[in-house]
């Protein structure tokens, strides 16, 4: 099922196959995939303003890294330019993610434009702010120990909040726009949704009321906020990640709910290819049903590491009621995986995979 979606919204034309089209549909002849032409091709069609901001955290994730070998500063019990390190792969990620959905939008909506570029715009300037903050080794994220630092810190929380509802538009259009295949649009819609519980579960770290961290532990070192539950920021962590290794850590289920935005969408594209060699993923129904699970099981791991956040517990302190709980997940989902695959009917799909 071919919906007739483009980067513009309007009908393909014939010298224009879709990227990862069947040979007997103008794709591929030999089958094996897109030519790098048509991939490069489909990179440069996406919403500039996002791919800029893609390069430019690209390019902030490479000099940071550089960073670990030339500068010897630590900052919270970690290599000062860990922080932005780590915040620019996950915004280039995360930017290559929203302008590759942008594109099954009509690109000439000024609409469109605007979501986009408001992601764009905002997800940058934090990572400038992040980046000035190490150069004058000052925490960025809580820090409200002088005016500059403040005013840095409660601008960044204003620019999240309203990448935030930007995302939360972009969900509400999604669920409202026909998709390639029914499959592939139960991965995005749900992808959107659990990211934006992920995203908005940071905000257990700066709210006060919410009663999570230690704001008192943390007002006393002049921070407006922390990452850790039941000890204060800096202790051992887990390498890359930084997660606390002693101590629940709110980043935990940030992290796990933000990347529902990659991981459910893929996992949809996964079951459409596989479709082409295992007939019982043809039809669009059994995909959706196994989509469905896999996001509900994928929010299950979102609940799962939050309570285990909230708890004060450590992923690298993992007890055996949490070890519990992940069993019977993955026992869920195995039981309504089997459940989706063995029911039949349903007419079988004639899809290509979107570009």
Known sequence: MDSGLSANGGDRTPDRPRTG???????????????????????????????????????????????????????????????????????????????????????????????????????????????????????????????????????????????????????????????????????????TAIGLIGMAIAFLMAVGELEVVDMDAAEAQGLAGAHSVGAPDGGPTMPITGWNTESGDIRVPHFVGLHALQAVPLFALGLLLLGRRWPRLRPAGTRVGLVRVFALFWFGLVVITTVQAIRGQSVAQTDAPTFAALAGLLLLAGLASWAVLARRGGAPSTSTPPP
């Open 21 to 191: 089209a069947s040979p007997d549909q103008g794709g591929d002849p030999t089958g094996t995939g897109p030519s790098l032409s048509s991939l490069t091709s489909a990179l440069l069609r996406l919403h500039r303003p996002l791919i800029i901001a893609a390069a430019f955290s690209a390019l902030i994730a490479v000099v940071a890294t550089i960073g670990y070998f030339v500068d010897d500063r630590t900052l919270v019990g970690v290599p000062i330019w860990h922080k932005a390190a780590k915040f620019g792969v996950s915004i280039t990620i995360y930017t290559l993610t929203i302008a590759w959905m942008l594109d099954y939008l009509p690109a000439r909506s000024r609409f469109v434009r605007t979501l986009g570029t408001i992601i764009a715009v905002g997800i940058t300037i934090e990572l400038v702010f992040i980046v000035v903050q190490i150069i004058r080794g000052q925490m960025s994220h809580f820090n409200v120990r002088t005016v500059f630092d403040a005013t840095m810190y409660y601008s960044m929380g204003g620019l999240i909040t309203a990448v935030w509802l930007t995302n939360l538009v972009l969900a509400i259009v999604l669920a409202f726009r026909r998709l390639p295949d029914r499959g592939f649009a139960a991965g995005i819609r749900w992808g």
